[in-house]
């Protein structure tokens, strides 16, 4: 099994816990950071409330980029995708997903679940 360090961590790990990349030649790489400490890097520590307008959507993340790209790949439309609410406590940013989904008429959890 092929196995690369990681620029971050040190750690020898196989390479499928590499992204692929292709440079500007269109030739294909393993980037040097490996998935777990890119994904930790890419987390903020703040919870997302974000809008698809043409899909009638809204949803809650901790990872916006990751969050859109998936939604893209999955074939929703993120054209003009909005960011509703942001903050650092999960429960809160659920809470604001649920108020903002009632608002534009969509089904989501039950308020329920915030009662003390």
Same mark, same amino acid.
């Given at each position: 099994? $092929?196995?690369?360090?990681?620029n +971050?961590?040190?750690?020898? *790990?196989? /390479?499928?816990?590499?992204? =692929? &990349?292709r440079?500007?030649?269109?030739?294909?790489?393993?980037?040097?950071?490996?998935?777990?400490?890119?994904?930790?890097?890419?987390?903020?520590?703040?919870?997302?409330?974000?809008?698809?307008?043409? $899909?009638?959507?809204?949803?809650? +993340?901790?990872?916006?980029? *990751?969050? /859109?790209?998936?939604?893209? =790949? &999955?074939?929703?439309?993120?054209?003009?995708?909005?960011?509703?609410?942001?903050?650092?406590?999960?429960?809160?940013?659920?809470?604001?997903?649920?108020?903002?989904?009632?608002?534009?008429?969509?089904?989501?959890?039950?308020?329920?679940?915030?009662?003390?």
């Open positions: 099994m $092929e196995t690369k360090s990681c +971050t961590c040190g750690e020898l *790990k196989p /390479i499928k816990n590499y992204a =692929k &990349n440079n500007k030649k269109g030739e294909q790489f393993h980037r040097a950071m490996c998935n777990t400490c890119r994904n930790d890097r890419m987390k903020t520590g703040y919870y997302y409330v974000y809008y698809l307008p043409n $899909e009638n959507y809204c949803g809650i +993340t901790d990872y916006l980029e *990751k969050r /859109i790209t998936t939604h893209k =790949k &999955n074939g929703k439309n993120v054209d003009n995708y909005r960011l509703l609410y942001c903050s650092t406590d999960k429960k809160e940013a659920a809470y604001h997903e649920i108020l903002f989904q009632s608002v534009l008429a969509m089904e989501g959890l039950p308020m329920t679940m915030f009662r003390n």
